[in-house]
């Protein structure tokens, strides 16, 4: 991997930090995204080298497809019960290690799984640090069937949060018609800029019934490794906040 770009570099920073956290047994969680999968093919190199014996779950068919094809055994959520750490990316990452996620459109998946772990760690460039949360668009799931009403529930909802007239896209897949999750559902993007209450935003929106999962992750990261361009790597625990 010695001609990667700088951004990539800051990815493997954080990736190979993330590989040391991983102990012979565990069973373990594999995040979706580019920087979740420079943390399964280290993995996986860790694996190869040392016969580790681990059990692994992943948060997307994706995910799954790349680990087997570089010989990591996938199980399901449900065979493994319960997980001692996921490892995945984040598209922003807040002071309190409050998240965005779902910019691949798996964080439905990818919450279950990470609030299904003893611990959850994210990897991510310094890009993704921000002192606020909604600068990138917030990925909302929402199930197909009377799609167009839940969308207007959502804007209601903005409305009450002071984000009236804020744009929300249907996201399209790479053929052009709508992005379909693993599940089957839709994803409706927010760009909301700065979210001053996302708890209150998150709850706002989980009561909609046509809403799936959101991708605000509320204090569910323990710790944040942020890789640099220059291969260092900086942790943020949620022990330190406050
Ligand atoms: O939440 C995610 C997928 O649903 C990803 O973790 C997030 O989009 C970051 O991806 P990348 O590492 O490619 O920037």
Redesign the pocket.
């Known amino acids: 991997m010695s001609d990667l770009k700088p951004a990539d570099l800051a990815k493997d920073a954080a990736a190979r930090a993330a590989v040391a956290l991983v102990e012979p047994g565990m069973k373990l969680g594999l ?6 999968s420079v943390f399964v093919r280290r993995l996986a190199e860790r694996v190869a080298a040392e016969g580790l014996e681990l059990r692994c779950a992943a948060t997307s068919k994706a995910t799954a497809d790349l680990a087997t094809s570089l010989g990591l055994k996938i199980e399901t959520l449900d065979e493994l019960g319960w997980l001692d750490l996921t490892i ?4 922003e990452v807040d002071p309190d290690l409050n998240l965005i ?7 439905l998946r ?1 919450k279950i799984v990470a609030t299904a772990s003893d611990r959850m760690v994210v990897i991510a460039d310094k890009m993704k640090v921000v002192e606020h949360l909604g600068e990138f668009h917030l990925p909302v799931e929402v199930v197909p069937f009377g799609k167009e009403a839940t969308k207007k529930l959502i804007e209601r909802v903005l409305d009450g949060h002071g984000l009236a007239g804020r744009p929300v896209k249907w996201r399209n897949g790479p053929e052009g018609g709508p992005f379909l999750t693993d599940e089957g559902n839709v994803i409706l993007d927010l760009y909301l800029g700065r979210i001053a209450d996302p708890e209150k935003l998150g709850r706002d929106l989980s009561s909609i019934a046509g809403v799936v999962e959101h991708g605000l992750f509320l204090n569910i990261c323990q710790l944040a490794i942020i890789g640099g361009e220059d291969g260092s790597v900086v942790e943020l625990e949620r022990e330190d906040i406050g």
Do not use: L, N, V, W
């Open positions: 995040g979706t995204g580019s920087t979740a995945d990316g984040a598209d996620k779902g910019g691949g459109g798996a964080h990818e």
